[in-house]
């Protein structure tokens, strides 16, 4: 079993940046592919980012392509997102998941085992 533990979440006014935390535990964490959701009220779950088990690919969705970076610490066991130039539709509860003993996962949220509780992300205009 994975655990997955976010933090970092919070509100910002647009054109701020947080930082999100994914800490993982229960598995080898460079055995784990991870990626970041988000859901906004009324909407269904999508994907924002992906990286690869040890960190060597990533993937973005293409309306944070510029403004986000996914990284993961494998000595720390923690997946981070680097949300820059945040904008108001940026605005929802962002999930962290993990892929077991898969090197890549990608866009898809059914290719993901385990996910955290989420975080609240917030941008006023």
């Known amino acids: 079993q994975v655990q997955l533990v976010e933090s970092g979440g919070g509100l910002v006014q647009a054109g701020g940046s947080l930082r999100l935390s994914c800490a993982a535990s229960g598995r080898t964490f460079s055995n784990l592919a991870m990626g970041w959701f988000r859901q906004a009220p009324g909407k269904e779950r999508e994907f924002v980012a992906a990286i690869s088990g040890r960190g060597g690919r990533t993937y973005y969705t293409d309306s944070v392509k510029g403004r986000f970076t996914i990284s993961r610490d494998l000595a720390k066991n923690t997946v981070y997102l680097q949300m820059n130039s945040l904008k108001p539709e940026d605005t929802a509860v962002y999930y962290c998941?993990?892929?077991?003993?898969?090197?890549?996962?990608?866009?898809?949220?059914?290719?993901?085992?385990?996910w955290g509780q989420g975080t609240q992300v917030t941008v006023s205009s």
């Open positions: 998941a993990a892929a077991n003993s898969r090197w890549w996962a990608g866009e898809r949220a059914d290719e993901y085992d385990y």
